[in-house]
């Protein structure tokens, strides 16, 4: 039966992640990681420039920039050599020249996960027909909507942010939260500002423990209880600024401050108060057809094991091309923001669907 105990220990700690736990400073953090391929490759220095169906992530402000009477938006993504797999999907519509919305389903999952509860039977025989699978997923839905200011240049935006998050049959929560975003245009400068949950977003963990009593009593583990997983708000601003080297060839250089008051974080402005976490991007284009990028982020100062530290990053490079309503985007990011070689391949789809004339 020793062989079974231990069989259970280490299926009791697959089962039930971290994220779990009640806890304020990192929940939802599959949110963290960022959509579309232009973002991610300028770092997701983004919060105010972005102007196409991502908006309702970055800042659903920039909404009111959709081009074409729809736009959709796809990505799909691998991490940690396909064992993660991460899908975005968006659509975004103006409503008129001062109004438009947008929707966004984000999924980060980890499916086809062995569930060997079941492996040994009352006799304690090994039965490997008894084993099942399941997955581990995090959901987001986003409802967005934007509205022009009278104040020129000045437009606002708002998601209602529902998360569900599951594991198996074990374990599942739902969360509700709000955002708000502001972006300002004045002559080649542009302003953005995001607060993300600014009312706090709730996760509300249930538990299956019919499922979960056998293997936490035998493994000697506490039976988890329903409870409440809390996201602080986070406030990032940003600004950018496009110039034209010639005719058809621009730089926009785009900066990102993210600022947390959960604690103090490892990033490079921290306090008990506020941590700054800043990130750098810049798109060269070429004629509106032609893209690259560039970015830096998650810049972190490490212990190693030795006690010395040193200063980690997350570097991304990316490109993209427009034809006509098409644009298909391509980013190279290190995803760990560590000096090894956990990169990722990240492709992203924008479809603009326009409306033909009516004739008369």
């Not at 400068?189 to 709730?202: Q, R």
């Not at 810049?282 to 560039?294: C, H, N, P, T, V």
């Not at 212990?303 to 644009?327: E, L, M, R, Y």
């Amino acid at each position: 039966m020793q062989v079974k105990k231990i069989l259970l220990s280490l299926i009791a700690a697959a089962i039930v992640p971290g994220s779990l736990f009640a806890q304020e400073k990192y929940s939802n953090e599959f949110l963290s990681i960022g959509v579309g391929a232009k973002a991610l490759g300028m770092a997701g220095a983004q919060s105010a420039i972005v102007d196409d169906a991502t908006a309702g992530f970055w800042n659903p402000a920039g909404l009111l920039k959709v081009k074409g009477n729809i736009q959709l938006a796809a990505m799909h993504n691998e991490y940690f050599g396909g064992i993660g797999k991460y899908d975005y999907g968006s659509f975004a519509a103006p409503i008129d020249a001062t109004r438009a919305v947008g929707v966004s389903v984000i999924r980060f999952a980890i499916d086809d996960i062995i569930d060997s509860t079941d492996l040994i039977d009352k006799d304690g025989n090994i039965d490997y027909d008894r084993l099942k699978t399941f997955s581990s997923a995090d959901y987001a839905f986003l409802l967005s909507y934007a509205q022009a200011m009278k104040i020129k240049g000045l437009s606002i935006g708002g998601n209602v942010k529902i998360v569900h998050r599951k594991v198996g049959d074990f374990a599942k929560a739902w969360g509700f939260g709000l955002d708000f975003g502001a972006q300002y245009e004045t002559g080649k400068w542009k302003f953005g500002a995001m607060g993300k949950d600014i009312t706090s977003t709730f996760n509300a963990w249930t538990y299956n423990t019919e499922n979960l009593q056998d293997v936490f009593t035998q493994t000697g583990n506490e039976i988890p209880e329903n409870g409440l997983e809390v996201t602080l708000p986070k406030l990032i601003l940003g600004a950018s600024y496009k110039t034209n080297i010639t005719k058809k060839l621009t730089v926009t250089p785009s900066v990102d401050l993210d600022l947390t008051f959960d604690g103090k974080r490892n990033v490079p402005i921290k306090s008990d108060v506020v941590s700054v976490d800043p990130k750098v991007g810049m798109e060269i284009g070429y004629d509106d057809f032609l893209f690259l990028r560039a970015g830096v982020g998650n810049i972190q100062s490490v212990k190693n094991i030795d006690q010395s530290t040193s200063t980690t990053a997350q570097p991304s490079i990316g490109a993209g091309v427009k034809i006509k309503n098409v644009t298909i985007d391509y980013a190279l990011t290190n995803f760990t923001g560590s000096a090894g070689t956990l990169y990722s391949n990240v492709f992203s789809l924008k479809l603009n669907i326009m409306r033909k004339a009516a004739t008369k």
